[in-house]
């Protein structure tokens, strides 16, 4: 297993994302890549330590909406409710559409990193749900 210093994201490692820590087990940075304020679509590199995954959440809109994946750095997972996990490597895209219910993060042994996009829409809001189990999370 890497450590944080030796793991060099592309985009960067970014900064401890406090704002989100009570969404995710283990730790996460963030790395804002663009303002949505400014250009009308944000863009933000997430990094998970090994193990680290967010909970359960689904991206709600009244239209459009939803969220998308550009995995670049190490590898992770991501399922959704229901299915079978799927693993993300570099250069895996996952679109999500709204309303569905779904998590993503590192696998247990490795540092992982996407970029995040907020799909454009009407009353875009997350809904954070409950944690991602041990039993739930890939072994």
């Known amino acids: 297993m890497s450590e ?5 994201p592309m985009f960067g490692l970014g900064d401890p994302n ?3 820590a009570q969404y995710f087990i283990g730790n996460s940075y963030l790395k804002p890549l663009t303002s949505a304020a ?8 997430v990094t998970f330590e090994p193990g680290c995954r967010n909970n359960w959440h689904i991206h ?17 997972w991501y399922q959704e ?11 895996t895209v996952v679109v999500i559409p709204e309303g569905v219910k779904h998590w993503h993060g590192a696998a247990r ?6 970029i995040a996009f907020e799909a454009p829409g009407e009353n875009c ?11 739930q999370y890939p072994a």
Do not use: M
């Not at 709600?60 to 550009?70: E, F, N, T, V, W």
């Not at 409710?81 to 250069?91: A, F, I, S």
């Not at 809001?125 to 039993?135: A, C, G, I």
């Open 109 to 114: 042994d490795s540092w992982f990193s996407h």
């Open 18 to 20: 406090d704002a989100y």
């Open 125 to 135: 809001s997350n809904e954070w749900l409950e944690p991602v189990t041990d039993e």
């Open 38 to 45: 400014e250009c009308g679509v944000g863009l933000a590199n």
């Open 60 to 76: 709600r809109a009244d239209k459009g909406g939803g969220q998308i994946l550009i995995c670049t750095d190490g590898r992770g």
């Open 81 to 91: 409710w229901g299915k079978d996990p799927q693993e993300l490597t570099p250069g």
């Open 4 to 8: 944080k210093n030796d793991f060099a």
